[in-house]
């Protein structure tokens, strides 16, 4: 039953994404690759469905199916390369709808149960963050964030460990990888502040390399619920860039050229991977009724130490695979 079902899944995943190939760029194909690369390559490759499917495409042969998989893999690796090249110049890469169906609302609801007992029990300590407008104007009604939220509920793991995510961080940090600095933002309607502009960096340890962070949007994120905003190719100044007050007395920000301001509107189920050295920050949420959920963390080599964030000192420091 269960191959039947993983069967159903990849023949629906060929009928609505590769029979539109002449439509999808470069980077989407990329996406969708990343997101189903085992059902459609290593589960079922030599399956006579399978190739019936990808002959409506590419007009192949049964007997050829398999080989023309492996040309496939071969063509998306060449796309990998692209995509951490378009990591390398501009900081960040986004992947479109990467989580979908039920992983995705799975994933939702873990987390809405957390804001959910939250408002209940309105828990306040060194994980729960309420909302504050600077001038002690806190909104004690209204949860911020959740900081070390893979510490508070370790279900949460499950998201960050993700096996196809995984596979993507992989690229950037290696086999070995760690997470740390787990956090979830609700970020509720009218309500919702955000951080302004800064660099993971400087809350680190100021060792830039081989740190990913990681942002996944549980709604559709635009500018009026509060989207991710960033100055591509920030993350190439070598020098640290000095954090100040912010002008409500809240937070320590950095300086940025608003000139240079990209906006990453995505869609639900959407990942952001970014180095930890590109100047970011988000908008609050403005919107009437819409919530703008999202988790975010920072991956590392499982073999490198952080001074504030050693694998056996901080608590929110955890491995995620170890090849």
């Given at each position: 039953?269960m191959?039947?079902a ?6 629906e ?30 589960v079922v490759?030599r ?23 492996h ?19 501009l ?18 609801e873990m987390?809405?149960e957390?804001?959910?007992?939250w ?10 963050f ?22 508070v509920e ?18 950037f ?5 760690d997470?740390?600095?787990?956090k ?8 919702g502040?955000?951080?302004k ?7 680190d ?7 990913v962070s990681?942002?996944?949007?549980y709604?559709?994120?635009?500018r009026?619920n509060?989207?991710?905003h960033?100055?591509?190719r ?43 050295q ?11 009724d ?18 504030s964030f ?14």
């Amino acid at each position: 039953m269960m191959a039947m079902a993983g069967l159903n899944s990849v023949q629906e995943v060929i009928q609505v994404d590769l029979r539109g190939f002449g439509i999808l760029t470069l980077h989407e194909i990329f996406d969708r690759w990343w997101k189903w690369r085992y059902s459609l390559l290593r589960v079922v490759p030599r399956n006579p469905v399978f190739c019936v499917y990808l002959c409506d495409w590419w007009c192949c042969q049964s007997q050829t199916c398999c080989g023309l998989a492996h040309s496939f893999d071969r063509i998306m690796n060449m796309l990998a390369r692209d995509k951490i090249e378009e990591y390398n110049e501009l900081g960040y890469i986004v992947l479109e709808s990467f989580f979908s169906g039920h992983k995705l609302s799975q994933y939702a609801e873990m987390l809405d149960e957390i804001r959910r007992n939250w408002e209940v029990s309105k828990q306040r300590d060194e994980h729960y963050f309420v909302e504050n407008y600077g001038d002690d104007n806190e909104l004690l009604d209204v949860l911020h964030k959740v900081q070390g939220v893979c510490v508070v509920e370790p279900r949460v793991l499950q998201i960050v460990g993700d096996r196809d995510l995984l596979d993507i961080i992989e690229q950037f940090a290696g086999p070995n990888i760690d997470v740390f600095g787990t956090k979830f933002f609700p970020k509720l309607p009218r309500d919702g502040t955000s951080t302004k502009w800064h660099l993971d960096n400087f809350y680190d340890d100021k060792d830039r390399k081989h740190i990913v962070s990681c942002a996944i949007y549980y709604e559709d994120t635009d500018r009026e619920n509060g989207c991710l905003h960033i100055i591509p190719r920030s993350h190439t100044d070598s020098s640290l860039v000095k954090h100040h007050v912010g002008p409500d007395g809240k937070g320590v920000w950095a300086p940025a050229d608003e000139a240079s301001v990209k906006d990453v509107v995505c869609s639900v189920g959407s990942v952001v991977i970014f180095s930890d050295q590109l100047i970011h920050g988000a908008y609050n949420n403005t919107s009437e009724d819409r919530c703008r959920c999202s988790t975010a963390w920072h991956y590392i080599s499982g073999d490198r130490e952080l001074e504030s964030f050693g694998r056996s000192t901080y608590e929110d420091r955890f491995n995620v695979r170890d090849k």
